[in-house]
């Protein structure tokens, strides 16, 4: 069958051959019925394809450009809201409900510290103010802001005075439990992962912004924690209402590799720039130097502020200066209910 055929017998063999095609191939359909659902599926699939191609060049061919789309999306906003510019409407509010009848108006809670804290070689050096306001009053003038974590972690707290004792204190204890299950020194991000996370939790309602700092295995380490719970790694740092000052001064002064006493005369230096230039910030100047020998808590090192005039002996006044206007007594029983609750006594039962 292979060979060259020639005369009617050539076209015979042709006929031959394409009929024996044909059969086989109606054969090999009716043997598989399976092939003709694949074929049409693979069918429906292009022309799906198809067709999705033809919308989206009909969609890209109808939409704007992004630049057309920008300035059509701007002028809806401008035609909404008229001329462009600032909204002070809330100022006027603010105004219509300040004047309203027995109305107080919330005030912010002012808060002043300043803080600092820079990385020797070996050490940290913590610096703060001694100053506690309650905003425009000077409650106390030598308060302690550096607050004990653990003996090699210390920390220094900005903000409400009781938040931040409670939170160093709180995370004190639990470092303690740490040390004492684990029988191994504090590790400072251990202190600061406490921290953080419970700051977080409370979504920065504990008004406590921290500087902490250490030293352990893995050498000297400082860090800042907001009140929200983010946190820092910096070789200087700042925190507080003076903090601009002091961070002035580490930007003016700072360098690496500084020996512990450059490092507490910078810091010093520091917290003198926020207690100078800060209302909320003053009083004393308070260093806390750690290492790995321990730590070494310089309180009122330097005392800027100190009254230069005293009268010898003091004040006295003799009784009656102050004159009387009136006076009025009203005895506790009158401003007082006292209650008696008797509780029946319960005789023990006994057990034999």
Known sequence: SDGIVAGPQAEEHLVFRRGARQDGNARFWDREPRIRVVAAVTIVVIAAKAFAAAVIAVVIAATPPRSLQTRIRMEDIAQTLGLGGFSFENTRRNHVLAAQPGMTMPKARKTGTTLAGVVFEGGVVLGADTRATGGDTVCDKNCDKIHYIADNIWCCGAGTSADTEASTAL??????????????????????????????????????????????????????????????????????????????????????????EEAMKLVQAAIMSGINN?????????????????????????????????????????????HVLSQSFAPLSSLVTIETTVTPSVSAMEVS
């Open 171 to 260: 995370v004190s204890s639990q470092l303690e439990l740490h040390r004492m299950a684990t029988n191994k020194a504090p590790r400072v991000m251990t202190a600061l992962t406490m921290l953080k996370r419970m700051l977080f939790r409370y979504q920065g309602n504990v008004s406590a912004a921290l500087v902490l700092g250490g030293v352990d295995c893995n050498g000297p380490s400082l860090y800042t924690v907001y009140p929200h719970g983010s946190t820092d790694s910096l070789p200087y740092v700042t925190m507080g209402s003076g903090s601009l000052a002091a961070m002035a001064v580490f930007e003016a002064e700072f360098k690496s590799g500084m020996t512990e």
């Open 278 to 322: 800060d209302l909320g910030s003053g009083g004393s100047v308070d260093l806390m130097v750690i290492n790995a020998n321990g730590y070494t808590h310089h309180r009122n090192i330097d005392r800027p502020n100190l009254r230069k005039f005293r009268k010898e002996g003091g004040y006295k006044f003799p009784t009656g200066t102050a």
